[in-house]
């Protein structure tokens, strides 16, 4: 409970609406009480004398008592749900926030499937143990203590046997809390697992198709739901066990009191109305203790839920300002980015991703890094943003560790755009302003036109078009026009692009290009680079190999002096210039598929593809293992 307990500050804003709550709950408490009270003075006083003028008043005060009760309820149910839905609401907005703090590490860590069961599942269940189980649990405690007060008062000796029935009540509760909590968490976790399995599918219902894997996804996922059924229905058999022993114990209490009593009026130590109010009193019990069970059960779902929530909200955001982060400007910015013997592993991973990593960017400059899939490039433009931070060494932006800068001004000063780039559900227009949300309508042309991505203004609705998930589908191409845009938008001092123009078509690439060169004049760059084309945007480039720099320089020295980089670059060879000897290797060209042979004895083969019409092939180089 301690989690929950934590989460007692939501409470706070709300805490006058409890208190109403509480109190119409503990007023309407007295006023059911009092009902059997007053048919006892009815039974005894004014029906035992035959006088019916006594009878109309008593009867109209209970009347009255129950219409205060009925009123009383309504009130509280009003209450309730705004207070609590309001609460639920201010969680879940403190938990999004956090989220957004964490870092990159901690999202590619966690299953998407379980955030979400924790943002809304079991936000529901804390939801629902404040407005009901908490209050109930309150109410019944009082209820309880109140009547047992009244019953010990009424006949000492029944009144301390119905107390005593408190104690199996308490042995039970406490086995169950215990066994439905772990219940609860079993089944929380593959709640989780299953949304994730859901989201999974969804997302790649193209892939799991195109290779029909449809079967094995649906066995897997059907395992998934038969465990978290098999949970739910052991969850609901414990509570359905516990309930019945809540139903015994106050039953066999009843029975033994009625027995008792009677034998006791019949002997005159107990007028028929103290019976009847005994009675009715002790019935008053049965609900609270009916209702043990659910609102443990309740309890122990809210206490899993938070549990799950404060593994989140206790995850310190990594990545955050320090206290003395300056935040320059544009204008102050000459952009000569350093790194200086950075490496950096992944969280988890013995290996470290990048080592010692010595590399200066000047302003204004190009920088590509070429290296083998897996050396460590999107990593290592991942440093620049911070959507990771350096493990070891720093990385310096004119001088400034880019730790001493304000995480919001440094994201304003890098423009990123992924290989894959992510589009929200929202307009074109807001997903391309999303780091500058005050970018005008020219910058906003400009960046479009810059990016080749001008289709975006013929879109059935322009600009407010909707796209991502629930919105128009685009091609990897648009997509990749519209975060290359999304990421020169306003100008920013250091451009970090990995692979930004793979999906284009050679025609698309080459205008991208050109316009790109443009920007890139004026802005520090560094930029991964797959293809011969996309390096010749750069003025030097970097060869990684395994996370190390092993060598700096243009295209042409590298391509002279470093066999590693020529044999990952080497210019698009076609059909008819490869030579005519020792082993085979497949080309297509855009006549069909042909063969050609390559030199004896070198590691590498190579395949191209030879599109029509422009002059910029793409090559995929194959590392094959030596003869
Ligand atoms: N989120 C992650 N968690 C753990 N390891 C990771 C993560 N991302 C990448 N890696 C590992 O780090 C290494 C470098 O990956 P990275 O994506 O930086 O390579 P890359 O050079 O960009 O490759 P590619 O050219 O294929 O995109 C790989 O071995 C990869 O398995």
Redo the contacts with the bound molecule.
Sequence with gaps: MHNLWRLRGYLRPHATEFCWLLVAGLTATAAGLAVPLLVQRVVDGPLARREPAGLVQLGGLVLLLGLVEAVLIFVRRWTQTSSSVGMEAAIRADLYAHLQRLP??FH?RWQSGQLIARATGDLSMIRRFLSFGLLFLVLNLVTYLAVVVLLIRLHPPLGLLVAASAVPLFLISRRFARAYHIAARRMREQQGDVATLVEETAQGIRTARAFGRGPELAARFGAGARALHDTAVGKSRLLARTSALFDLVPNLTLGVVLVTGVAAAARGTLTVGELLAFVSLQLMLIWPVNSLGWIIANGQEAATAADRIQEVLDTPPAIRDRPHAVAPTRGEVRGRLRFERVGFG?PG?VTP?LRDVELTVEPGETLALV??????????LSLVPRLHEVGTGRITLDGHDLRDLRLAALRRLVGVAF?EPALFSMSVWENLTLGRPDADEDEVRAALTLAQADFAYDLPWGLATRVGEQGLSLSGGQRQRLALARSVLGRPAVLVL?DPLSALDVHTEALVEQALRRVLRDTTALL?A?RPSTVALADRVAL?DRGRITAVGTHTELLATEPAYRALLRPEPTAAAVPAAGPTTAAVTPDGPTTAAVPAGPTTTTAAVTPEGPTVARTTTVTAAPP
């Design positions: 990159a590490s590619d992944y991973s991703v290296g083998a899939t897996g050396s460590g490039k999107s990593t290592l290989e990995d991964v797959h990684l």
